[in-house]
Structure formats: structure tokens, C-alpha cells
């Protein structure tokens, strides 16, 4: 049972524009939610995250939303640039807990 | 954040055989885990590596598969034991301080067993 979805495994944005990623879950007890990026041969890179008492979180370009009653989290990159073209994958963790829970990533490519 | 080097890279490995991933930190750093993320799947949780105790194993996964040390603050190993071609993943370690910072990763041990 995947306790978080990620139901887009692609997207496809031009260069300037918004991105918007999706991430679902399931688990109530999740309060919190981190993106990380991830290149080929790398390992994933932490990007923002943001604890269930907030539902808004920004760093740059990217903007993280939390929407808790119902059970979504969307990051935002604005604007999209080439460099930006990797797998997102979202996690999420319970209080006191130390297992994260990542999703299946998605891929998004930034077109020139 | 922490400088996390895993050693080595990738390797091509015989089925039966084993084969020990390192993780070196330039820091200490309270929790490391293993992850492994199979091809085009996600990460999985294997365990967190304890400092001097046994590790804690999440469900389907044994210590007689996945044995890990931690001997220190900066230093863990995970061995694939018995491999077969289902072994086939990237291995990742992975650091955290407390339960609300982020987990940070290496860059991954690519495995293939043929």
C-alpha cells in the first residue's frame, strides 16, 4: 500500500514557465514532508520541506503548499529553468518518527 | 550539510557472491540509514544503522541478507549478502541530526548481479 503518490511519472514544461508537482498520501499521522531532486548517478539532493503547522513554505524559485485536509502537497518552481530537469521525488515522515517515506518520483523535464 | 562519501560507485557482482558498501561522513551525525531504491521504483527504507547495537531491520528485510556496522558517529557498512539478480538496485546511505531535518544522501552504490 503506497502511503505516498505521486500519480504524474512525467512532466514536460518550456523554459520560463511554471512547474507544478503533485504528491498525495495517505497516513494522517505524516507531519513532515520534504522534496528532493534527483539526478542521474546521484543520490537525491534535499530541496525544501515544510511541517504540518504551515501550509506554505518558500526558498527561491521553489514554493512548497501543504494542503492537509486533503492529504496534498504540490511544489511549485518558478521559473522553470534546462538545469531543473531531474526526478522529483516527495517524502514525508511521521512526529517522532524516523522513517521516511518517499514516493515514486516524478520526472520532469525542462524544455529550452 | 554533511559531505557523505559511499564507496564504490557501482559494481558488476556474481550471483552468490556478497558484497559491503561503505559510507564515510565528514561529520558526526546522529542517524544514518540504508535505502534502496530498485530500478524504476522508489527509495525503500532497508535500516537504520545503529552506533554500537544491532541495526533495526524494517519489514522484509534480515540481517542475515543486509548485515550492517556502525562502529562510530561517521561510519557505517552494509553487505549484500548471497546476491542474486533481484539484488539489482542502488544502495543508498543516507544522515540525519534529529527527526525534523531533512535526510541528506550519497551518491549511491549501483549494483548489478549477473
Known amino acids: 500500500d503506497q502511503q505516498v503518490k505521486q500519480n504524474s511519472p512525467s512532466l514536460s514544461v518550456q523554459e520560463g514557465r511554471i512547474s507544478i508537482l503533485n504528491c498525495d498520501y495517505t497516513n494522517s499521522m505524516f507531519d513532515y514532508f520534504l522534496w528532493y531532486k534527483k539526478y542521474p548517478a546521484e543520490g537525491p539532493t534535499f530541496l525544501i520541506s515544510?511541517?504540518?503547522?504551515?501550509d506554505k513554505n518558500e526558498d527561491g524559485r521553489f514554493t512548497v503548499f501543504l494542503n492537509k485536509s486533503a492529504k496534498h502537497l504540490s511544489l511549485h518552481i518558478v521559473p522553470s529553468q534546462p538545469g531543473d530537469s531531474a526526478v522529483y521525488f516527495c517524502a514525508a515522515k511521521e512526529n517522532y518518527g524516523q522513517n521516511f517515506v518517499f514516493g515514486p518520483g516524478t520526472r520532469l523535464s525542462v524544455l529550452p | 550539510s554533511a559531505v557523505i562519501s559511499q564507496k564504490p560507485s557501482r559494481d558488476i557482482c556474481q550471483r552468490g557472491t556478497s558484497l559491503t558498501i561503505q559510507c564515510q561522513v565528514d561529520s558526526q551525525v546522529t542517524m544514518m540509514f540504508w535505502y534502496r531504491q530498485q530500478p524504476g521504483q522508489s527509495l525503500t527504507l532497508i535500516a537504520t544503522?545503529?552506533?554500537?547495537?544491532?541495526?533495526?531491520?524494517e519489514s522484509g528485510f534480515v540481517i542475515d541478507k543486509f548485515p550492517i556496522s556502525r562502529p562510530n558517529l561517521t561510519f557505517s557498512t552494509l553487505t549484500v549478502s548471497n546476491m542474486s539478480p533481484e539484488d539489482s538496485s542502488i544502495y543508498l546511505c543516507s544522515v540525519g541530526n534529529d527527526r525534523d531535518s531533512p535526510l541528506h544522501f550519497g551518491n549511491g552504490t549501483r549494483l548489478t548481479v549477473t
Open positions: 544503522a545503529n552506533q554500537g547495537s544491532e541495526a533495526t531491520y
Open positions: 515544510i511541517s504540518s503547522i504551515k
